[in-house]
């Protein structure tokens, strides 16, 4: 009885102190950005910047509001999920249109960083039962999380093709890796490596969760810390495709 105390009180004191580590990081990422849009919002108010500084002010309040409205819609998402809250509004969906969507989107930061991103789409259209919006967001937080994680001038892929009666979606990059000791861990909610580079360790666990409810799988690979990772989703085709 007595280990069986010792043993709740430590799974208590673990599950507070994940608790805390989690409102740590949270709290730290929604401040990061707000202390650079405050910081350039006061220089603006105290000084008459010329043209070059007003465009850079606005630049970074504008990348850092996104950046903060992404880590709380984030939050919304995962505590819909964790509530059983998600819905789809399911219609017919062709990928090719959601992966060029979502690489429009990481586009500039693609280009700052000056990574190569190469795109094979099968040139027939593959269409999917889902919620556009969803699909896309899986894309973009995988597209995102490649970009972020491969260094200057490194190379992104992305591949859409049939494999069997599933639509195959593949997103490779030659980043940072994932080391072994973390692989199984990377979907999981606030998880996040030791070369972690911020963020709330939210999008592959909402990723997976999207993927999940389109009847689909998405699995991670990578040879190592330094080796880049591989993300394969699947999701099975409507009848016009088969």
Known sequence: MAHLRSEALHQERTISRRKDEILSTVSHELNTPLVAILGWTRLLRSSTPNPAMLMKALETIERNATLQAKLVQDLLDISRIAAGKITLNQEPVELQGVIEGAIATVYQAQATKDIC?????????ITVQ???DRLQQILLNLLTKAVKFT??????????????????????DNGVGISAEFLPHVFDTFRQAE????????GLAIARHFV??????????????????????????ISVNL
């Not at 070369?195 to 939210?202: A, D, P, T």
Request: hydrophobic share 35%.
């Open 117 to 125: 991103l190469e795109c094979r789409l099968d040139p027939l259209p």
């Open 130 to 132: 889902g919620d556009p």
């Open 212 to 237: 999940e409810l389109h009847g689909g799988t998405i699995i991670a690979e990578s040879s190592g810390v330094g080796q880049g990772a591989i993300f394969t989703v699947n999701l099975p085709l």
């Open 151 to 172: 260094p200057q001038e490194g190379r992104v892929k992305v591949r859409l093709d049939v494999n069997e009666n599933q639509a195959q979606i593949v997103v490779s």
């Open 195 to 202: 070369n972690s580079k911020g963020g709330l360790g939210l």
